[in-house]
């Protein structure tokens, strides 16, 4: 079974108690538990894990090569997680970007995150819900490479013009040239 990294940063673990009235009452271990229930008909498993440590959360993201996507909410890495972010530049499967709370609508030093411009997707200000959007995205992109993969000669990766490029494809794969960075050999 295709296994999924479930990745979160700093103070994460403290949620269903930390500031319930920026980030909801959910608990982490309810978020992770209903992700795995989110994922599981699609035939994937998570792998979760919560550090406070940047070293630890960039060991997870070395270890998880063989995940075939993950789900990242970095805390306050986002603001300045150098390390974070070049482990996740070269993690080789899609990954979304997950944030409770409208980072956008807070402080200015939380209105650009160093790892979005990487990742496949964003969602944030959606509360806990914000993980199994993010789950659902995720499978439904795992979904399109792998029938893009497996689509009529000449349109594998690479071939199909909007076909995701470096850094796991941004746009939304529909072949419409809607990503920000074709893939090589796309015209
Ligand atoms: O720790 C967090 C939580 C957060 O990532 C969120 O999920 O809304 C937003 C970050 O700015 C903050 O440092």
Not at 26 to 38: F, G, N, P, Q, Y
Not at 106 to 126: D, K, Q, T, Y
Request: glycine share 16%; charged share 15%.
């Amino acid at each position: 079974m295709a296994e999924i990294l479930l990745l979160n940063g700093p103070n994460l673990g403290q949620l269903g108690t930390r500031r319930p009235e920026m980030y909801g009452t959910t608990t982490l271990a309810e978020i992770e538990r209903d992700v795995r229930k989110t994922v599981a008909e699609s035939g994937h498993t998570v792998r979760c894990l919560q550090d406070e440590s940047e070293a630890t959360l960039v060991r997870a993201v070395h270890a998880a090569a063989d995940c075939v996507g993950a789900i990242v909410n970095p805390g306050a890495l986002m603001i300045a997680g150098w390390s974070l972010r070049d482990a996740l530049e070269s993690f080789p499967g899609p990954w979304m970007e997950v944030h409770l709370s409208n980072v956008f609508a807070r402080e200015p030093f939380r209105h650009n995150s160093v790892i979005s411009p990487l990742a496949s997707g964003v969602l944030c200000g959606l509360g806990a819900y914000g993980y199994q959007l993010a789950a659902l995205g995720l499978v439904h992109r795992l979904a399109q490479d792998a029938a893009r993969s497996a689509g009529p000669a000449g349109s594998g990766p690479g071939a199909a013009v909007g076909a995701p490029g470096p850094g796991h494809g941004h746009g939304l794969g529909t072949g419409s040239g809607a990503g920000r960075a074709p893939g090589p050999g796309a015209t």
